[in-house]
């Protein structure tokens, strides 16, 4: 019996499988908004047989775009541009949708990352970055402005209007990005916020605006969307005040004490000082320390690309659910070779299930087993 292929559930959110598509930003929206490239690239996942498909870090505000080519929901036309997108891909599969709500604080206004993923310059149409304190992510880029009690407030009020826009889209759960040095981690982290008010110093401090938020977002969305958040468990820098895996634990203790659905834990994007190892799973050792101690759903994510891999991430209680990223964008039907390894059975469409049995067996052996959806 695979422990990868069994039910679970991210709070309120049933899902059929522990395999989540991780949220991978694809950089070709225009103005925000979603297009054909994204009806291909979702549709495809959609179709991919994993429990839950999370889009792509999403914007809440335009500046909070990390690059002119990120997707947003903080537009009418952006709403209905992944209106379309979503209204095709779920014609044809009954995949649940998550959507992760994010803000690049003070790494907005970027390149794409293939490109060096520096700031912008004035004359490339660069744009006025804001953050906790005015600290550049990076030596000779242009300071944020340091967000004052106006812009806090507009800040948690355009993670509620994309919060609400995406309950209007029918999504199914809201992954807060607060990891990877966005705007939320950018809070957690000292070595971002360095404010001297009641969001900056003590760690209660620190907390205090990711959980605002989250509290705001929560309240806004009706109880049947999981809502929860992505973290940086290590800022993995080695000197000075940083955000820490302690830290980390006591996040989540109070993101499941205000009614947050999951945890999904990565790590690092803060500074450039970062020193990470990357080896096979090297993030869900943090997932298990803050499953153990938070109790809440979680989802540990890195270098998870073995089935085998994968089943015992679940079977042995490090995490409740596995995130794929890379290894499900060159395999877009990871999860069918996962089953097939596992003897398992994985949902397809009709359309690929009338093909069976002879191809199917041809192509991953006796283990696949495609079920009718
Ligand atoms: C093309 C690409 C885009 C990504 N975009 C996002 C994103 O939008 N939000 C996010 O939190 N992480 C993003 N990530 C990080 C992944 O979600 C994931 O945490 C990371 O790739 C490690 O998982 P993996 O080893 O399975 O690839 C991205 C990664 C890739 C490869």
């Known amino acids: 019996m695979s422990s990868l292929f069994s039910a679970g559930a991210l709070g309120p959110l049933e899902l059929r499988n522990r395999i989540v598509i991780a949220p991978m930003c694809q950089y070709t929206a225009q103005d925000g908004n979603a297009g054909d490239w994204h009806l291909m690239h979702l549709g ?108 806090l407030a507009r800040v948690k009020s355009a993670f509620v209007r994309a919060a609400q826009r995406a309950v209007a889209l029918g999504l199914d759960a809201i992954e807060l990005h607060a990891a990877h040095g966005y705007l939320l981690h950018q809070f957690l982290s000292p070595i971002a916020n360095q404010r001297t008010d009641e969001y900056g110093g003590s760690l209660a401090n620190r907390m205090r605006y990711p959980l605002e938020v989250f509290d705001a977002v929560r309240a806004a969305v009706p109880a049947h969307i999981a809502v929860g958040m992505r973290l940086s468990a290590s800022d993995w820098v080695d000197e000075g005040e940083t955000w820490t895996l302690d830290q980390s634990v006591q996040f989540a203790k109070a993101l499941a004490a205000r009614g947050g659905s999951f945890i999904h834990v990565s790590s690092g994007g803060v500074s450039q000082k970062q020193k990470i190892p990357l080896v096979d799973g090297y993030q869900v050792p943090f997932a298990e320390r803050i499953r153990r101690e938070s109790g809440l759903p979680t989802i540990a994510v890195g270098l998870i690309t073995d089935a085998k891999q994968a089943d015992a991430i679940i079977a042995n209680g490090q995490a409740d659910f596995v995130a794929i990223a890379r290894a499900i964008l060159f395999e877009p039907h990871w999860p069918w070779r996962a089953a097939a390894e596992l003897g398992a059975t994985v949902e397809a469409p009709q359309q690929y299930w009338r093909s069976q049995p002879r191809e199917m067996k041809g192509l991953f052996g006796e283990g696949a087993k495609i079920g009718m959806r």
């Open 44 to 151: 495809q996942l959609a179709l991919s047989g994993a429990g839950l498909l999370i889009i792509e870090a999403t914007a809440v505000e335009e500046i909070g775009r990390i690059t002119r080519g990120c997707l947003g929901l903080y537009s009418d036309d952006n709403e209905a541009a992944l209106k379309r997108v979503l209204d095709a891909v779920r014609a044809h599969s009954k995949m649940p949708i998550g959507i992760q709500l994010a803000h690049a604080g003070r790494k907005a206004s970027s390149h794409k990352p293939w490109d060096g993923g520096q700031s912008l310059r004035p004359d490339e149409g660069a744009w006025q970055t804001e953050g906790p304190s005015a600290l550049p992510h990076a030596a000779g880029e242009p300071p944020p402005l340091a967000l004052d009690a106006a812009g």
